[in-house]
């Protein structure tokens, strides 16, 4: 299976992102000059854009995992811990951000709480990607359980001291905001946080060659790069041009893996399905094949006796007739040692088309049964119906008019035909037929007796059709 993980990146993969980083470089190149320029301070930017960051996280977490399924890689659970990471702080986050649900924000939060939630936030998140970058391709053995596990639970931990520590433990780190806007310590944070994604971000780089998430992430991360800048380098506090340029970087860095994986999903859905309708076209080409007589092109022997106990069973249940033709090319080795193989195969496709045009209507069937035998199965068909079907398929034959100087009955290819009906059976006949011990057998009975009838035409001069009696039938034994 092709997954993100193992997919190698193509060229054009490479162009694509390296497009969109051109792009991302370019706008934060015209944005950084602007981002002190203040705006209107709208708070409920803060619970909309945070709100669509956490389900785009959980939504990633989740396809990671899935991804992680088939690729058994632990560094797949790694990465999904750090969106399970950002999910986590992006909500502590908005929780305490003041203004929002109370004046100084909820669980304690004071007036550094949410910067330094921010910093902690963007600087454990490359953390998560070094794990990745570094793990590997290794493939875990009884232990993917407990690294999911393991994982989960130390992001829980993580957040939890995070959490703790910028609001009961605010009063033991440095001061970085003053009011909305920051002090000169937050640079070298900031600063401190930026080289750590820079870290981040080439680790990525040295993972060579490339899958398709590997290279997603070095653009996820240029826009964590941009993101910190704008909105904690550039900037000069809250509700600035920088402030909402560096946090709608952040939205469409963590959209940008969900979206690359949900198109990819897409892209592998659409290939199982082409993959499924060329197994089913395939499968039935296969069935076409195996039932098809390759030299005739009408149905084989298999097909035949599939379709003659299908309509034995059926004749059984509804007691209607059920008839049969066997044909035979008469004097066929002759016509191949005068002709050669070649001239014989062409006959023997002659007479094929020729018994097939004579069998269309539903149910009816003409199989090569072996040879230069011939059967034409004939469901719902008495007797006369039968024979007067024989004659045709006869006259057409001749009217061929193939040469045949080998015959001893006509110039040109004939054939004989046998003809048995279960119908034209006596009552005792037909009952140890359908209901004895040998109904499971009893469609060899219609065959020996079409046999017979064949043998006695063949007998009496060839190039005519000969019906089966009472004696031709022989039920055969269990």
């Known amino acids: 299976m092709v997954l993100l993980a193992s997919q190698p990146a193509g060229r054009g993969d490479c162009q694509f992102a390296c497009a969109v980083i051109a792009v991302s470089t370019l706008v934060f190149l015209v944005l950084a000059p602007l981002a002190k320029v203040p705006l209107t301070p709208l708070p409920a930017f803060i619970p909309i854009y945070q709100s669509a960051q956490l389900i785009n996280d959980l939504v990633t977490v989740v396809f990671l995992l899935g991804q992680r399924q088939y690729a058994r890689s632990n560094a797949l659970v790694l990465l999904a811990g ?146 910190i800048a704008l909105s904690a380098g550039f900037n000069a506090g809250r509700y600035d041009l920088g402030f909402y340029a560096g946090r709608i970087y952040g939205f469409l860095a963590a959209s ?68 049969l033709l066997l044909i035979d090319v008469d004097y066929f080795k002759r016509f191949n040692d005068s002709y050669g193989h070649v001239a014989g195969d062409h006959c023997l496709r002659t007479v094929a088309q020729v018994v097939a045009g004579r069998a269309r209507r539903a149910g009816e069937m003409a199989a090569r049964y072996g040879g230069e035998e011939f059967a034409v199965l004939l469901p719902h068909i008495e007797i006369e119906e039968a024979l007067r079907l024989a004659d045709l398929i006869c006259a057409s034959v001749r009217d061929e008019k193939i040469p045949h100087l080998g015959s001893a009955v006509a110039p040109c290819v004939t054939i004989s035909v046998g003809v048995a009906s279960i119908a034209d059976l006596p009552a005792s006949a037909a009952a140890l ?46």
């Open 82 to 227: 750090g969106y399970l990471f950002n999910a986590l702080m992006s909500t502590v986050h908005a929780l305490t951000f003041p203004g929002l649900f109370s004046p100084a924000g909820l669980l304690g939060a004071g007036a550094q709480t949410t910067a330094w939630l921010y910093v902690f936030w963007h600087g454990g998140f490359p953390f998560f990607v070094i794990a990745y970058a570094t793990c590997g391709s290794q493939e875990p053995s009884r232990r993917g359980a407990f690294a999911l596990l393991g994982t989960a639970a130390a992001v829980l931990a993580a957040v939890c001291a995070f959490a703790i520590l910028a609001t009961l433990g605010q009063k033991f780190l440095p001061p970085i905001m003053q009011g909305n806007h920051y002090t000169p310590a937050l640079i070298v944070v900031v600063s401190s946080v930026w080289v750590f994604n820079l870290i981040a971000l080439i680790a990525l780089s040295r993972r060579k060659p490339y899958c398709v998430l590997d290279l997603w992430l070095i653009v996820v991360m240029c826009a964590w790069l941009f993101d």
């Open 256 to 323: 940008l893996v969900l979206v690359v994986l949900l198109v990819e999903n897409s892209e592998l859905y659409l290939q199982l399905i082409r993959l499924r309708e060329s197994d089913r076209e395939k499968a039935a080409e296969l069935q076409r094949l195996s039932t098809v007589d390759p030299l005739t092109g009408i149905a084989n022997r298999r097909a035949f006796e599939d379709a003659l106990g299908q309509e034995w069973r059926r004749m059984m249940r509804h007691k209607t007739a059920l008839s």
């Open 433 to 478: 037929c359908r209901d004895g011990p040998a109904a499971p057998f009893g469609a060899t009975v219609l065959i020996e007796a079409a046999d017979h009838a064949l043998y006695r035409a063949k007998s009496a001069g060839r190039n005519r059709v000969a019906a089966a009696g009472t004696d031709d039938f022989v039920p055969v034994a269990a």
